[in-house]
């Protein structure tokens, strides 16, 4: 199993243009989660699926968009990118309560420079 | 809401000696704890795991020390090797999140000198 993978490791961008970070998981998780790393600052979830077809927001929504039209696959993207958005971005995921524990499994992330 | 804190943000260490990295929560209602390692240019790495419902946990070389009465997790890392240093969070679930909210600390960089 690859586990979690992102695409792309690294991006440059310049402010005002746009972007889709690609996370896939083969692990058959139901759970799929974005989050920012900034120094100091831990990580801060941006929006989650609870599964395919859904998403919500979670404590940094703005000015990302996501979507889980498959399963295995959860999309972040950025309309206009600003340097706020100057980040590194992780992708997670997790099974069902049911089918494992509560731990998440974390991709190796996104390196995303906004100039 | 929920606040994770760490006492320390870099801590150094011997080769051999072993490690001890501290954990605040602030949310009584909290329920489950995990300790995830970040190597440089990777993602957090599951370390341990523990529940509300026990007070230690012990691993391959690891421990996990949960004091509820005064909302404190610890992190014992035993006869600490180099290629343990590394950035290591705590994460805290909290009873109720149905989709499984992580809260995490900000970290705590270890160093492990030869």
């Known amino acids: 199993n690859a586990g979690v993978t992102q695409t792309p490791k690294f991006r440059v961008l310049k402010t005002g243009q746009s972007m889709t970070l690609l996370c896939a998981q083969d692990m058959n998780h139901e759970y799929m989660y974005w989050y920012r790393q900034d120094p100091g600052m831990g990580l801060r979830l941006i929006h989650y699926?609870?599964?395919?077809?859904?998403?919500a927001k979670g404590e940094v929504p703005d000015g990302y968009n996501v979507s889980r039209l498959k399963k295995q696959n959860f999309l972040l993207g950025l309309e206009s990118a600003a340097p706020s958005q100057t980040s590194v971005y992780f992708c997670a995921s997790k099974p069902n309560l049911g089918r494992g524990g509560l731990e998440q499994f974390f991709g190796p992330g996104t390196r995303l420079t906004v100039l | 809401g929920e606040n994770v804190g760490l006492h320390l943000p870099t801590l150094s260490v011997q080769e051999g000696d072993n490690s001890i990295i501290n954990c605040a929560y602030s949310n009584s209602a909290s329920d489950y704890f995990i300790w995830y390692k970040q190597e440089s240019g990777k993602g957090p790495q599951f370390i341990i795991d523990i529940r509300s419902n026990m007070d230690k946990r012990q691993g391959q070389r690891v421990t996990v020390l949960l004091n509820k009465t005064v909302k404190h997790l610890s992190l014992q890392i035993a006869a600490t090797q180099p290629g343990d240093s590394a950035v290591y969070f705590c994460?805290?679930?909290?009873?109720?999140?149905?989709?499984?909210?992580?809260?995490f600390g900000q970290g705590t960089i270890l160093t492990v000198h030869p």
């Open positions: 994460a805290v679930l909290t009873s109720g999140t149905s989709y499984g909210k992580l809260t």
């Open positions: 699926s609870v599964g395919e077809g859904t998403t």
